[in-house]
């Protein structure tokens, strides 16, 4: 039997954790041969090169180098160079993850030249249809022939949209996988003792999101709330080039440096981000994947988003809800856990380093499936 041979796509930072356990586990199969295309949505060395290394996920197999431009720039020129490595390797797959514009693209692609396609983290929605991400997870969800669910409300989502049951898999999460896997060798990264910083005393912040971090309102209501942070707790800051960019665009940036108690620092890789993650007192982010992370760390999370497609980080992990940037409601809930009431989450199902190791089975088994001919 020949080999079957899947396309995985990667884009953006988030990728890169949920393709490296799916790479590894369609290495281990001797019937799998996977090539990585990366479309370069995310080309800042910091922002991808770091992650790849630590990872350990080969040098990609296609580098497309398609970094910046509008969303339809984006997407378009994606489109356009994926189509001729589709049709030079005629894989038997293309899989895609999360909701990024590369998630969209190749999957129109593939699918358009009957391509069969596999969605990793699909059925999440936040109903939030003005979300760039929302607007990919529907999109891809609609037309992908095998939809890998994360949690619950994915299953669910996907049963209301009018999807057929033999479409669907509940089989875990593949961030949580590779936050399994390396979680030893992330413990060993010395950015705390470098800073000087004892775990438990710090909070961790990450700002990135367009709706909070693109108008001076915002940057200004996340000022105050570093401000009074501060004053409970050292705050740690890895800044996006997005958010660092904004707040020298509204000439806000040198007022953020000055801030006493803050360490403002470059974008940081996976295993000195999960090392922050775990020893923190309190996470305040606008993230999607980091919900997840802190879930299973159980470490509290402040949330900033008036809604989020991971619900379980809500229903079951330690995750916080706020809908807006309002200093004053972040320095209730803030010093509400800093007193230690927190919420005691529960690690959700499925979620225990397996997801991509079932993923490879059920596609090894559904696409090596020989029918057997009828005997009428």
């Known amino acids: 039997m020949s080999k079957l041979k899947i396309i995985n796509i990667v884009g953006a930072r988030p990728n890169f954790m949920k393709i490296a356990p799916i790479q590894r586990a369609f290495e281990k199969h001797a019937n799998v041969e996977s090539k990585i295309v990366h479309t370069g949505q995310h080309y800042d060395a910091k922002m991808s090169d770091v992650f790849f290394n630590q990872l350990e996920l080969p040098k990609p197999h296609y580098y497309l180098g398609i970094g910046g431009g509008s969303h339809t720039q984006t997407t378009a020129k994606i489109m356009l160079e994926f189509e001729k490595i589709v049709a030079d390797e005629k894989p038997d797959l293309v899989l895609v993850v999360g909701d990024v514009n590369s998630t969209i693209a190749c999957t129109m692609v593939a699918i358009k030249m009957d391509v069969p396609v596999a969605h990793v983290e699909a059925g999440l929605r936040s109903g939030d249809r003005k979300m760039p991400e929302e607007v990919n997870r529907v999109m891809t969800d609609s037309v992908s022939d095998y939809?890998?669910?994360?949690?619950?409300?994915?299953?669910?989502?996907?049963?209301?949209?009018?999807?057929?049951?033999?479409?669907?898999?509940?089989?875990?999460?593949?961030?949580?996988?590779?936050?399994?896997?390396?979680?030893?060798?992330?413990?060993?990264?010395?950015?705390?003792?470098?800073?000087?910083?004892?775990?438990?005393?710090?909070?961790?912040?990450?700002?990135?999101?367009?709706?909070?971090?693109?108008?001076?309102?915002?940057?200004?209501?996340i000022l105050e709330i570093i401000k009074e942070a501060a004053t409970h707790k050292k705050v740690i800051f890895p800044i996006h080039p997005r958010t660092s960019n904004n707040y020298k665009k509204f000439g806000l940036f040198e007022e953020l440096s000055n801030i006493d108690n803050l360490f403002l620092l470059e974008p940081q890789g996976y295993f000195e981000f999960l090392h922050l993650m775990e020893r923190a007192a309190l996470i305040i982010t606008d993230s999607g994947g980091i919900q997840e992370e802190t879930t299973y760390l159980q470490v509290p999370c402040l949330t900033f988003r008036s809604s989020t497609e991971r619900p379980i980080t809500v229903d079951l992990g330690t995750n916080i809800l706020l809908a807006d940037l309002n200093p004053t409601t972040v320095k209730n809930h803030m010093i509400n856990i800093l007193e230690g009431n927190t919420r005691s989450g529960i690690i959700p199902p499925l979620w225990d380093g397996e997801a991509a190791t079932r993923i490879t089975q059920l596609l090894v088994d559904s696409l090596t499936k020989v029918e057997t001919p009828s005997l009428v």
């Open 147 to 221: 939809l890998f669910v994360t949690e619950q409300s994915g299953m669910i989502n996907l049963a209301k949209e009018g999807v057929p049951d033999d479409k669907i898999f509940f089989v875990g999460n593949v961030m949580i996988d590779s936050l399994i896997h390396f979680r030893e060798k992330a413990g060993q990264s010395m950015i705390l003792k470098d800073l000087a910083i004892k775990e438990k005393d710090y909070i961790l912040m990450t700002m990135h999101r367009p709706s909070n971090v693109d108008n001076e309102d915002g940057l200004k209501d």
